[in-house]
């Protein structure tokens, strides 16, 4: 079954804590993202480790090959259960955080960001891509299959073209969930259905939880959904 990811973009230790501990009955995944990294560092891992919850560090690697192996390596001690790379990085670095998983023999998965949910094709255009939104997310998305990182990070539209494209057990995890239409900084969102219908393994979703004076009842009502 597609699973939730919880987003727990929070830079308030009080309340990324009442947070975990409200939705730790009914959610398994936690998403750790700059913003609680930053702020928290590896203490936000090891609270999340403790009540035995699965992790997925959303750093999005992007730098040259030898520092991101390097960063890996350190992910990798964490014992964690997915993080990512920027595709945009290249085949070199993808090819250097495989090579260090397979020196610790570590089962984490290791999936790329295609393009981020706030861009559009004007966006990609301005900085220097002569192709389409959709040739591009195609391009880095075959750069992750044949490359064999264990899957992607998309946007819920992108499924309808994306996973005919690459069969499960390719991962294709989608942000940029929205349970209601509220104008926010992601140019592409999508709806918990549509994620479902159209084949995505997880779906992360922060700020319809967070911001809800009831974040429990969302929790279940998005529960419910997936199930459906």
């Known amino acids: 079954m597609i699973e939730l990811i919880l987003s727990l973009d929070i830079d308030e230790e009080k309340k990324i804590k009442e947070i975990i501990n409200i939705t730790e009955k009914y959610v398994n995944w936690y998403k750790i993202g ?23 560090l959303d750093l999005k690697f992007f730098d040259i090959p030898n520092t991101v ?32 998983r397979e020196k ?15 861009f559009s094709d004007k966006d ?17 998305a075959n750069l992750a299959y044949k490359n ?16 005919p494209m690459f069969p ?19 140019q592409r969102v999508g709806s918990i259905k549509q994620s479902v219908s159209l084949g995505a393994d997880f779906v992360v979703i922060g700020r319809p939880i967070i911001n809800n004076p009831n974040p429990i009842n969302i929790v279940q009502e998005i529960i419910q959904q997936l199930k459906q």
């Open 168 to 186: 499960c057990p390719f991962i294709m995890v989608c942000p940029g969930i929205r349970i209601a239409e509220i104008p926010d900084d992601h």
């Open 34 to 56: 700059m913003i609680p990294f930053i702020k928290f560092g590896p203490s936000i891992i090891e609270y999340l480790k403790n009540k035995n919850k699965k992790i997925f």
């Open 104 to 118: 610790f023999k570590n089962k984490c998965s290791i999936i790329g960001v295609t393009l981020l949910t706030s």
């Open 69 to 100: 192996a390097s960063a890996s390596k350190i992910v990798f001690e964490y014992n964690i259960d997915m993080f990512n790379i920027h595709l945009l990085s290249g085949e070199k670095v993808i090819e250097s955080v495989l090579n260090e």
């Open 124 to 140: 990609i255009n301005q900085i220097g891509i002569n192709k389409s939104l959709k040739e591009e997310i195609i391009f880095l």
């Open 148 to 163: 064999k990182l264990n899957g992607i990070v998309c946007s819920a539209n992108d499924l309808e073209f994306l996973r």
